[in-house]
T-cell receptor
């Protein structure tokens, strides 16, 4: 079974802190994604990566950055956390290469981040 | 650009009965995939079913089936013999073959199952 793990299920941070959310997948997938999920808004794509050291902005990248130094690990960084970044963050991976948008995405359990 | 619309924020079904969740979409791509994902209260999203747009036959997975109407850009999910474990958020999604694996999701439908 594909496993996508996220470093924390629940996280509480203060405004202005730098926050790291970690995601690891164990199936050698090329693509990895970070979404945020908010009630009534569904899932919105923050950033994605289709290869090590490669990244692309999604629909809502403002206030976030990402890092992918190894194929299995994709980190989401909140440079200076703000209260409007309180949300559920979902990581996903998929086994495809660029230009082949067919594959299923496998999701991690999510990190519920609260910024106070 | 691709968009996905789920017009039913919440639905309810009696155990053992059938329920249909609606989804409409818009895309400019000629080749694409459609998905339904389920997110139970534990929060891990899993794929329920997917449909290749070039296939006319509707996809089925056990008690889950879709009604894919390509001309109408409609992709509804039917759950037969509903079970308590079907209670979850359901997200409809679309992925383009020309994309890099990006999916566009709808806002979700919360399904409750009454015993």
């Amino acid at each position: 079974d594909v496993k996508v793990t996220q470093s924390s299920r629940y996280l509480v941070k203060r405004t202005g802190e730098k926050v790291f959310l970690e995601c690891v997948q164990d199936m050698d997938h090329e693509n990895m994604f970070w979404y945020r999920q908010d009630p009534g808004l569904g899932l919105r794509l923050i950033y994605f990566s289709y290869d090590v050291k490669m990244k692309e902005k999604g629909d809502i990248p403002e206030g976030y950055s990402v890092s992918r130094e190894k194929k299995e690990r994709f980190s989401l960084i909140l440079e200076s956390a703000s209260t409007n970044q309180t949300s559920m963050y979902l990581c996903a991976s998929s086994p495809i290469s660029p230009g082949q948008g067919r594959a299923e995405q496998y999701f991690g359990p999510g990190t519920r981040l609260t910024v106070t | 650009a691709q968009t996905v619309t789920q017009s039913q924020p919440e639905m309810s079904v009696q155990e053992a009965e059938t329920v249909t969740l609606s989804c409409t979409y818009d895309t400019s791509e000629s080749d694409y995939y459609l998905f339904w994902y389920k997110q139970p209260p534990s929060r891990q999203m899993i794929l329920v079913i997917r449909q290749e747009a070039y296939k006319q036959q509707n996809a089925t997975e056990n008690r889950f089936s879709v009604n894919f109407q390509k001309a109408a850009k409609s992709f509804s999910l039917k759950i037969s013999d509903s079970q308590l474990g079907d209670a979850a958020m359901y997200f409809c999604g679309i992925g383009g073959v020309g994309s890099q694996g990006n999916l566009i999701f709808g806002k979700g439908t919360k399904l409750s199952v009454k015993p």
